[in-house]
């Protein structure tokens, strides 16, 4: 574990605090994209904060109202929101509505396919639009926790009470259920498409492997977890939710089953946040005290990035290169620090 002097500055890690670029964004933020080298840190009402590598802010307006949801593919970000919405944003800036609720409701989450397709859900039931404009919907059992298309096929998983429905849109036939009692909210593919996993309302993920719905209980966590990322080439999944990094393994058939995750990172704060290197066995976290780190995956080298004693960091994230990271805190003091 690395000490602080009373500075908040860490005496036994390396320091980059001095090479990065404050933003002052003025708006509370819960995630933050990267379209090319330009971090869109996203707010909670109505806009987002687009930010050059100079940490020149334009903001944009992409909601009526609160914005629930934001997911991106890298070439856009799209948005649901209370007032009934999916917009994009796409690389030039430009806001676009792709659905409208024919009652308004509240578009509490999306995702999106590389192929272009598109998915949302409201209350209970999910849509999924695929890019030459067909729709169509599936009823869950309770309202929708979360959605994560595949990375191979067009299959959609979506969390709920009780477990997670996979539902291949363009197939006849009954969607699968995959149960586990509890709620179900944030849920993700492995990127190898062997393994789902879902973070519960209680302090726990819980996963299946996909071949046979053989469960895989991760538990032990203080806290919920409410962020997720995975590592290069999906061999392990970084988590927040406890004072340290969680990374679990996910090497051969069986992940995580049988094996201890590795813990990384050790604070006297949790974790809030975690984003793998799109490219290298590194992440970034950062905690509810405001520090932000570095952390090499084979050692547990760290590299602090922003010293504590500020809000809680609530965004973090690379852009697609993995040559630039951004992070905010619940204040909307931000960051961009170029590697």
């Known amino acids: 574990m690395s000490s602080f002097d009373q500075s908040g500055e860490a005496a036994s890690i390396v320091s980059v605090t001095d090479k990065v670029k404050p933003v002052a964004l003025g708006m509370a933020v819960t995630a933050v994209h990267y379209l090319g080298d330009r971090a869109v840190f996203v707010g909670t009402e109505e806009s987002v904060a687009i930010?050059?590598?100079?940490?020149?802010?334009?903001?944009?307006e992409v909601s009526g109202g609160g914005i629930l949801s934001a997911?991106?593919?890298?070439?856009?970000?799209?948005?649901?929101?209370?007032?009934?919405?999916?917009?994009?944003l796409d690389r030039a800036g430009a806001v676009s509505v792709l659905v409208t609720d024919a009652k308004r409701r509240w578009i509490?989450?999306?995702?999106?396919?590389?192929?272009?397709?598109?998915?949302?859900s409201v209350g209970k039931t999910a849509f999924v639009r695929q890019p030459k404009g067909e729709e169509k919907s599936l009823e869950v059992p309770s309202t929708a926790g979360g959605l994560a298309f595949a990375p191979k096929g067009l299959r959609l998983a979506i969390a709920h009470y009780n477990g997670a429905t996979l539902w291949f849109?363009?197939?006849?036939?009954e969607p699968e259920f995959l149960g586990w009692a509890g709620s179900h909210h944030a849920v993700t593919f492995s990127p190898d498409n062997k393994f789902l996993v879902t973070a519960?309302?209680?302090?726990?993920?819980?996963?299946?492997?996909?071949?046979?719905?053989?469960?895989?209980?991760?538990?032990?966590?203080?806290?919920?977890?409410?962020?997720?990322?995975?590592?290069?080439?999906?061999?392990f999944l970084a988590t927040s939710g406890a004072d340290m990094v969680i990374l679990w393994p996910f090497v051969g058939k069986d992940g995580p089953m049988g094996k201890e995750p590795a813990m990384l990172a050790p604070m006297k704060a949790k974790v809030t946040a975690v984003a793998c290197h799109p490219k290298q066995d590194i992440l970034a976290c950062g905690y509810e005290?405001?520090?932000?780190?570095?952390?090499?995956?084979?050692?547990?080298?760290?590299?602090?990035?922003?010293?504590?004693?500020?809000?809680?960091?609530?965004?973090?994230?690379?852009?697609?290169?993995?040559?630039?990271?951004?992070?905010?805190?619940?204040?909307?003091?931000?960051?961009?620090?170029?590697?």
């Open 71 to 88: 997911v991106s593919d890298g070439s856009r970000i799209l948005f649901g929101g209370d007032d009934g919405k999916v917009t994009a």
């Open 289 to 339: 005290d405001g520090t932000v780190l570095m952390v090499r995956m084979q050692d547990g080298a760290e590299i602090l990035v922003r010293r504590n004693e500020t809000p809680p960091i609530t965004a973090i994230g690379w852009n697609a290169a993995g040559t630039w990271l951004a992070f905010s805190d619940e204040g909307g003091e931000a960051g961009l620090l170029r590697l």
């Open 169 to 173: 849109p363009n197939m006849a036939g």
């Open 200 to 235: 519960m309302h209680e302090p726990a993920l819980h996963g299946w492997r996909l071949a046979d719905s053989r469960h895989m209980r991760m538990t032990g966590y203080p806290s919920r977890v409410k962020s997720m990322s995975w590592g290069s080439g999906g061999r």
């Open 51 to 60: 930010v050059d590598a100079e940490g020149e802010i334009s903001k944009v």
């Open 108 to 120: 509490d989450n999306v995702a999106v396919h590389p192929d272009g397709a598109i998915a949302w």
